[in-house]
């Protein structure tokens, strides 16, 4: 069994080599796998995760085991996880890893496929909502994929986001300047909310025609990074129908009001991917990309660390 730290994990991940697998996992993979609804277990400080992903073509199961702390010592340490792959014959353990840095870099990696499939190809200014690990990992990862001029940043401590923009510009190959949440909604051509705020960010109506959103942070019925407005106004494509529909308080909210109904849903990323269901319609066209997470994302990602 290949057992992997943190430290391992970073040197044997390539961000481009994840967006190629999550890419072809979501538009080649994702029939043949089985998915089970993510497993939410209450604990005195949070909440524990398990999901599972099983490809039968491939002969692999793999499980993530999640904690996600409410109120933990330090921002960073809100998500801790790890990983395993199984081969399902013997139930024999094939890799064991630290997947903090997975998870990170697989939803950044993620976004990145939706905003190359649902975004400008003009766009150049890319904003981010949050401070913290998912909001690294976005301005990292997201810029393969368009060719971004500057880079915004929000967040909920003015003085900290602009420490989070100098630290983010002496590491990134991008201009990073923290703004306030109006200049980043009415200036970014790609938005990307990565926070724990279960309040909607922004006024909907701040959005230029044309941008795109990628909404990664909440994933809980109850909770929300944007406002009934934004997902009304926008063409709305989500990593799995089963997910969205049971976790995306983003959508679920919109839904309950009767502002939108469950058809506002254009299609998921498989659908997207392999052409079934149509992107962006024109170029003027709000889009929304909303993840809750999958466990296809992790599987495909984790399979990289055993070569």
């Known amino acids: 069994m290949i057992t992997l730290t943190e430290d391992d994990v970073r040197q044997r991940l390539d961000p481009t080599e994840v967006i190629t697998a999550i890419e072809s996992a979501f538009r080649d993979r994702y029939p043949t796998t089985i998915i089970p609804d993510r497993i939410h277990l209450p604990t005195t400080q949070g909440v524990f995760l398990i ?18 702390q409410d109120k933990p010592a330090l921002p960073e340490d809100r998500i801790q996880a790890a990983y395993l792959l199984f081969d399902p014959d013997t139930a024999r353990p094939r890799l064991a890893a630290s997947a903090n840095y997975l998870t990170d870099l697989r939803t950044a990696a993620t976004s990145a496929v939706a905003t190359k499939f649902l975004a400008r ?3 150049r200014v890319l904003g981010i909502f949050g401070t913290g690990r998912q909001a690294r990992a976005h301005i990292q990862v997201v810029p393969l994929v368009r060719r971004f001029e500057r880079v915004l940043v929000c967040g909920h401590d003015p003085t900290q986001a602009r420490e989070f923009a100098r630290k983010m510009s002496e590491g990134a190959r991008l201009p990073v300047e923290s703004a306030n949440a109006q200049t980043c909604a009415t200036q970014s051509d790609v938005l990307c909310t990565c926070t724990t705020s279960q309040v909607p960010l922004f006024d909907g109506k701040l959005l230029r025609p044309g941008t795109h959103l990628n909404l990664v942070g909440a994933f809980q019925p109850h909770a929300r990074e944007v406002d009934s407005r934004t997902v009304k106004r926008a063409r709305v494509v989500v990593d799995t129908y089963d997910g969205a529909l049971a976790e995306a308080g983003d959508l679920l909210v919109p839904v309950k009001e009767g502002v939108i109904s469950r058809d506002h849903i254009a299609a998921d990323l ?36 055993e070569h």
């Open 121 to 123: 190809e003009d766009a």
């Open 51 to 68: 999901m599972l992903c099983h490809d039968r073509d491939a002969n692999v199961i793999g499980m993530k085991l999640v904690v996600v």
């Open 270 to 305: 498989n659908q997207l991917l392999t052409g079934k269901k149509q992107g962006r319609t024109s170029p003027s066209e709000l889009t929304l990309f909303k993840s809750v997470g999958c466990a296809l994302e992790d599987l495909a990602t984790a399979e990289l660390l």
